[in-house]
């Protein structure tokens, strides 16, 4: 081939080599998050799945550039050559949205609506959501084996322990106020006692029941926030 000819196949098979491996990873990423914890794994089986369209782009431009006969041995030698540099694009993927999540923060309002100064690192546990449901956190609860994550883009169930979602809520500053449930500072609105029972009232207006052992810490922590009768 002419240096053109090389060229012109080294920027096809590069540049669709890199779409199909990070498309094939964000789509893994996001269908996978609700059944594999680890990000990584989810996007390196995607991301490694891509060696087959890649296999397959590398045998048709080895026929059209080097006359080279199309065949299936063809095309899984192409797919095995292509698995080294779908790794290479996974990791690197994986350590750019590491860095971004590192570095993203969410400014949270008050109940009042008064904006805070203060700013939030994201939660550990937001990457087990799809990516259109990862905002703020506000609270979790148990739900069988599952555990329900609710933020301001939505709800999701996840198949966590309790215990080890609290272990994931990162610096999003809360309180357990059951054994069954977990709330932001930021999404109490209001407590609420009703047949000697407490309850916190949420932004959204829902009622989280407070346990007696809870209790104490509850009230204290919301001391502001009188209980209505």
């Given at each position: 081939?002419?240096?053109?000819d ?25 269908i ?14 995607g991301?490694?799945?891509?060696a087959l369209p890649i296999?397959?782009?590398l ?16 095309f ?19 350590l ?45 609860s ?7 994550i609710?933020?301001t883009?939505?709800?999701q169930?996840?198949?966590l ?15 357990q ?11 109490v ?34 001391a ?5 009768g």
């Amino acid at each position: 081939m002419s240096f053109a000819d090389r060229l012109l196949y080294w920027t096809i098979v590069q540049a669709g080599a890199w779409t199909f491996a990070i498309s094939f990873s964000i789509l893994a990423n996001t269908i996978l998050a609700s059944s594999i914890e680890n990000m990584l794994t989810r996007m390196m089986i995607g991301s490694l799945t891509a060696a087959l369209p890649i296999g397959l782009l590398l045998s048709i431009m080895n026929q059209i550039f080097s006359g080279r006969e199309m065949g299936f041995a063809a095309f899984l030698k192409s797919s095995l050559s292509a698995l080294p540099l779908c790794a290479i694009f996974c990791l690197l993927s994986y350590l750019t949205a590491c860095q971004s999540r590192a570095t993203a923060t969410d400014a949270v309002a008050d109940p009042n609506g008064d904006a805070k100064g203060e700013v939030k690192s994201i939660a550990p546990l937001l990457e087990r959501l799809p990516p259109q449901k990862r905002g703020e956190l506000l609270r979790l609860s148990v739900q069988d084996h599952y555990t329900e994550i609710v933020t301001t883009r939505g709800h999701q169930l996840v198949l966590l322990r309790f215990a080890d979602a609290l272990k994931e809520i990162g610096l999003t500053e809360g309180l357990q106020v059951h054994r069954s449930h977990w709330i932001a500072i930021s999404d109490v609105v209001s407590l609420r006692k009703q047949a000697g029972r407490l309850h916190v009232i949420t932004r959204d207006g829902s009622e989280i029941p407070v346990s007696r052992s809870h209790s104490a810490a509850v009230q204290a922590r919301f001391a502001a926030h009188t209980p209505a009768g």
